[in-house]
């Protein structure tokens, strides 16, 4: 019977330190470490290694290391104490569709569909053809758009060229889908062999009644919002998720783009059919106004993540004073009840009057009950007992005399 677990990269028996695994120092920039992932994962990938099953667990350690490393906070929990800071945290890995299979990726669909954020993997063949430069690659002129659909775990390429004066104000890549499909846009960068190195990727989000990704080389830094985080942050703790909404803030790792041509991907990530898209290439020439509201945003965004963290130590030595206070009320409110009920209980006992419960459990009440020395000393009593003899005895003697007058 298949299992519901995704088969994902997962922690291996023996964890290495990740740094070793991908080859790089511990003061290595995130795009250092992200180029060496790259060409680890495209080396020791599945699909390229039917035949040794060691390379699918140089794979599985690879992911697991660039898991860590990738992540900012991970990274910094790994560098003060190890992977015992990571033990009781819940390792976001990135699946494989392309070596998933059917039963896990219909698993992993319907977890998306719930709203369960599932990063995957581009598929190691689009990014070796990418690397051989045996893509084919349409023009996208700035300012003009495109249409598609592409395959599931397939890429569509296209090249994007600038001139000076456009480098300088900025440019925009922008893809939208009205299906809601799942995709990535991909920014390739030129090898010196002539082929096209990945440089950064961005996943579709759903934003409103589409689902839309963009990169902006606008010289400033901009901000990406990775819906894992939040997600692990509910999951953790749903009452004080709000203070992590900011916490998935990454920055982009490209701010501008050179003179010249560059290669740009839409990449089908549905699991199971095409993506239909949107693709537009954008001078942020004729949107001074909205490049300035923009830069102004990110700015008042990320100083607002900073004001969340503060707030939250507030908020929860208030919520802690709150518990403390709305316990102790319960208790008071008890222990006054309990001494009114004592002293009801007390008050009722300064009586003559005894409760008597009848055979139907019905309670009544009544005066208290004479004893046989009383009975004998009531005159009352006396009289009405002498009276019942005497006529019981003239009953008997009139009887007999109507007797005697018969026979006579």
């Not at 319960?330 to 005894?354: A, G, M, P, Y």
Request: hydrophobic content about 35%; proline content about 3%; some cysteine.
């Amino acid at each position: 019977m298949a299992s519901g677990k995704l088969e994902g990269p997962s922690a291996p028996a023996v964890r290495r330190d990740p740094y070793e695994v991908l080859c790089v120092s511990r003061d290595s920039s995130d795009q250092e470490i992200k180029s060496a992932y790259r060409k680890l994962a495209l080396k020791y990938h599945p699909d390229k290694n039917t035949s040794n099953p060691e390379a699918s667990e140089l794979f599985k350690e690879v992911a697991y290391s660039y898991s860590i490393l990738s992540d900012p906070e991970k990274r910094r929990h790994y560098d003060s104490a190890g992977f015992e800071a990571l033990d009781n945290e819940n390792m976001n890995m990135e699946i494989d569709l392309s070596n998933l299979g059917t039963v896990n990726t219909m698993f992993a669909a319907l977890f998306s569909k719930l709203g369960v954020p599932i990063k995957t993997t581009i598929a190691a063949a689009v990014l070796e053809e990418a690397l051989n430069g045996t893509v084919t690659v349409r023009p996208l002129p700035l300012g003009t758009s495109s249409n598609g659909k592409v395959d599931k775990q397939c890429a569509h390429f296209f090249s994007v060229t600038i001139n000076e004066e456009q480098a300088q104000v900025g440019v925009v890549i922008r893809v939208t889908s009205a299906a809601q499909s799942k995709f990535k846009l991909l920014y390739f960068e030129q090898e010196i062999h002539g082929g096209y190195g990945l440089a950064l990727q961005e996943d579709s989000e759903k934003t409103g009644k589409v689902t839309s990704v963009g990169m902006y080389f606008l010289h400033f830094q901009v901000y990406r919002m990775d819906s894992t985080v939040n997600a692990l942050a509910m999951a953790k703790d749903p009452e004080a998720a709000f203070f992590k909404k900011l916490e998935g803030l990454q920055p982009c790792e490209v701010s501008e783009l050179k003179p010249g041509t560059h290669i740009f991907a839409v990449y089908g990530d549905n699991f199971f059919k095409s993506a239909s898209y949107t693709i537009e290439a954008i001078c942020a020439a004729s949107y001074k106004d909205t490049t300035e509201k923009l830069k102004e945003i990110e700015a008042q965004i990320l100083a607002k993540r900073n004001d969340l963290r503060q707030f939250e130590v507030e908020y929860r030595k208030a919520l802690a004073r709150f518990q403390e206070v709305t316990s102790k009320y319960n208790e008071e409110r008890q222990s006054v009840d309990e001494l009114l009920k004592q002293r009801d209980i007390i008050q009722s006992s300064f009586t003559t009057v005894r409760t008597l419960v009848n055979s139907s459990g019905v309670t009544s009440s009544s005066s208290k009950i004479p004893t046989e020395d009383d009975r004998s000393d009531s005159p009352v009593e006396n009289a009405n007992s002498d009276g019942k003899e005497k006529s019981s005895k003239k009953k008997w003697f009139n009887l007999n005399l109507n007797r005697s007058d018969k026979k006579d």
